[in-house]
């Protein structure tokens, strides 16, 4: 996935009210912009942290730029924007990265399914029956250790998703957790059982039902994000 054009820089001042960052170019200028991130971005948004960001030149829009991506404390870049996480799934898919998912006759996104109210990120139709796949994006590292985590805040529609995911697979239904590892240097995933235990011990059920559950490392840099090879997910 290519960015649409060029990525500028900056030091990070401060995130707040979740969808707001103030930073300051390499150039000098004080700018608000969009954060496209509801989670907590633990370890994602240290003061001073080295930002990129997608400015908006559109008269209509109130803020002037969009964050994507920022190195963490242990050197890392990450991608913050989790509307990327989609579109890098999208785009694996179609070009046959994702090859536990390779074979499908029709992708379909957003789909309505399961009993409490839910939207699956793709809907893959095989010949042999349609596939459930949930996508979900990790940016949580650590200093110690390669494997990073999920979720990096308590999520409820996480943990809902999961149980829609396992009830799929019970009835038979192929039904897949894909999490795209928007981080660099890492080589593992896990459960973030410190962070949300119920998360934690849904994502075990899932399994235990049938759930597929896969990671995919990605390749980032200020001109582009690709998904590149599959990572381990430690239960």
């Known amino acids: 996935m290519l960015f649409s054009s060029p990525l500028e820089t900056g030091r990070l001042v401060r995130r707040y009210k979740r969808f707001l960052a103030d930073i300051v170019t390499d150039n000098g200028e004080h700018l608000c912009i969009h954060c496209p991130n509801t989670g907590s971005m633990l370890n994602c948004m240290g003061e001073g942290a080295r930002?990129?960001?997608?400015?908006?030149?559109?008269?209509?829009?109130?803020?002037?730029?969009?964050?994507?991506?920022v190195e963490t404390p242990q050197g890392r870049l990450a991608c913050v924007n989790t509307a990327r996480a989609n579109r890098l799934v999208?785009?694996?898919?179609?070009?046959?990265?994702?090859?536990?998912?390779?074979?499908?006759?029709a992708l379909k996104r957003e789909v309505a399914y399961g009993t409490e109210n839910s939207r699956v990120d793709f809907r893959l139709d095989y010949p042999t029956g349609p596939a459930f796949v949930e996508v979900k994006s990790v940016t949580l590292g650590f200093s110690d250790t390669a494997v990073a985590a999920f979720p990096d805040a308590v999520t409820t529609r996480g943990t809902r998703h999961l149980r829609e995911l396992a009830t799929?697979?019970?009835?038979?239904?192929r039904a897949v957790q894909l999490y795209?590892?928007?981080l660099t240097?890492?080589?593992?995933?896990?459960?973030?059982?410190?962070?949300?235990?119920?998360?934690?011990t849904a994502l075990r059920d899932a399994v235990a039902a049938g759930v597929e559950v896969l990671a995919y490392g990605v390749e980032i840099s200020p001109e582009e994000i690709r998904l590149t090879q599959r990572l381990p997910v430690i239960l």
């Open 51 to 69: 930002v990129w960001f997608q400015r908006n030149d559109d008269p209509k829009r109130k803020l002037p730029g969009t964050w994507e991506l």
């Open 90 to 105: 999208e785009e694996a898919l179609m070009g046959g990265v994702v090859e536990e998912l390779i074979g499908f006759t």
């Open 168 to 173: 799929l697979a019970r009835d038979g239904v």
């Open 180 to 182: 795209c590892v928007n």
């Open 185 to 200: 240097g890492i080589e593992a995933v896990r459960p973030a059982t410190e962070i949300d235990p119920l998360y934690a």
